[in-house]
């Protein structure tokens, strides 16, 4: 999978992009990621991308031109199966929607800053808005590392163990279970001891009926859906 991002602040995403298992994706070759600066298609020799809101209010808006000149030279290299723009007011990033990213060749990430981007570009380009959560943050480029690890981990071969993506939270509309490991027994607290037993069949009923408990009690609404 290749992601392109288009930002005014890329130090931002290097570092979570260039660690752990997004690092490995990205060696291994199954995910390249390329952060492109805004500035470079700015109006003027000031780095200009922004400008006053039409109608007066506090806050600058990414304007159109250099959004629109970036995405048509971007796409000039093949075009996208996907042009997501990060932003507080759209729908909810849920697993559900890394999973179907997931399965996607080449997708554009636009970060948005200030009041956000110009209208029109969300109308005539923009294919899916994320939002990672009912708060807002300075830029899009948290939310963007947010999303892109999220569907990293999923592409095939990134995990060591290619089971482990499928018994997260929220893969089958359950939080996980919990888990232990050594020693079986520390200060007192004792592993339960069914996961001693050796009996995958009963192991694995354990850890069902205590997924749907902790969703019961954690995240009622899960189960609701
Ligand atoms: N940009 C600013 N806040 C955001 C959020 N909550 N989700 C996605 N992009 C954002």
């Keep these: 999978m290749h992601i392109d991002v288009i930002t005014v ?3 931002l995403l290097e570092s979570p992009l260039s660690h752990s298992i997004m690092k490995r994706a990205q060696e291994k070759g199954l995910l390249t990621v390329k952060l492109h600066n805004l500035r470079q298609w700015a109006l003027n020799k000031y780095g200009q991308v922004d400008d006053y809101q039409f109608g007066g ?3 600058m808006v990414m304007m159109c031109e250099p959004l629109v000149n970036a995405i ?6 093949g075009p996208y199966d996907e042009i997501i723009y990060m932003t507080p007011d759209g729908p909810r ?10 399965l996607q060749e080449r ?6 800053h200030y009041k956000g981007i110009d209208e029109r570009i969300r109308e ?9 959560g009912d708060y807002v943050l300075s830029g899009g ?8 690890d999220a569907i990293g981990r999923l592409l095939p071969g990134v995990l060591g163990d290619e089971t482990s993506a499928l018994t997260d939270s929220f893969q089958d509309g359950l939080l996980a279970p919990p888990v232990y490991t050594r020693p079986a027994e520390f200060k007192g607290w004792k ?19 205590q997924a749907v408990e902790r969703t019961r009690t954690r995240r009622p609404d899960l189960l609701d859906e």
Excluded: M
């Design 93 to 102: 990033f849920e697993q559900k929607t890394a999973n179907t990213l997931s």
């Design 72 to 77: 048509e030279h971007l796409t000039k290299d």
């Design 9 to 11: 602040q890329p130090d």
């Design 141 to 148: 480029e948290l939310a963007a590392a947010v999303v892109i």
């Design 191 to 209: 592993v339960p001891e069914v996961l001693l037993s050796g009996n995958p069949k009963i192991i694995d009923e354990w850890r069902y009926n």
């Design 124 to 132: 005539h380009y923009v294919t899916r808005e994320i939002s990672i």
């Design 107 to 112: 997708l554009l990430i636009i970060c948005g």
């Design 57 to 59: 209010g506090a806050g």
